[in-house]
């Protein structure tokens, strides 16, 4: 059997519940004023938040030893995106070894969710969410990542490796 409570004629004004949260907020204003040590603060420019090695931020593509792209241009990545915003072009490696590779690859940050879909899709281990978080530009047309930008950028230091070659030197036995 369950019983209906009628609600009070007090919950149907508005009054009561603006001066509770103005009272709470009043008393968070008192405690930070008095205890600012307490205050979770970081001064931004100079000090720069440190997130956790799952953090999901800004694409990657991966190199070989050699410096060569990882990606085989297998379409996976831009298959399991949600918001469509991998574009790949891909052409015939003039090695005969090599199936294909990406001419163009290219990744719209403006539609990217960060889901990590296509890091979890992609075989090869060809492209990671690194760390880093930081996208300034003066217009949206600047966050459209190309290959160079991808892989090549000046603060990844000629690129990241991948980790498959580590794999593969340790099931070789190097």
Not at 40 to 64: A, I
Request: glycine share 8%; hydrophobic share 30%; with cysteine.
């Amino acid at each position: 059997m369950s019983i209906v409570k009628k609600p009070k004629a007090i919950s149907n004004w508005y009054l009561p519940g603006i001066l509770s949260g103005m009272g709470f907020t009043f008393k968070k204003l008192i405690k930070n004023l008095f205890n600012p040590k307490g205050m979770p603060t970081l001064n931004y420019p100079e000090e720069h938040y440190q997130y956790g090695p799952r953090f999901k931020g800004n694409h990657v593509l991966t190199v070989k030893k050699d410096g060569s792209l990882r990606c085989t241009a297998c379409m996976l990545c831009a298959t399991n995106c949600p918001a469509d915003c991998i574009k790949i072009v891909a052409s015939e490696h003039e090695d005969p070894t090599v199936e294909k590779y990406p001419i163009s690859y290219e990744i719209d940050m403006l539609r990217c969710v960060f889901c990590g879909y296509c890091e979890e899709a992609c075989p090869v281990d060809a492209i990671r969410m690194g760390p880093e978080w930081q996208t300034p530009a003066l217009n949206g047309g600047n966050f459209t990542y190309d290959i160079q930008h991808l892989a090549y950028r000046p603060n990844l230091k000629g690129g990241i490796q991948s980790r498959l070659d580590d794999e593969e030197r340790h099931k070789a036995g190097i």
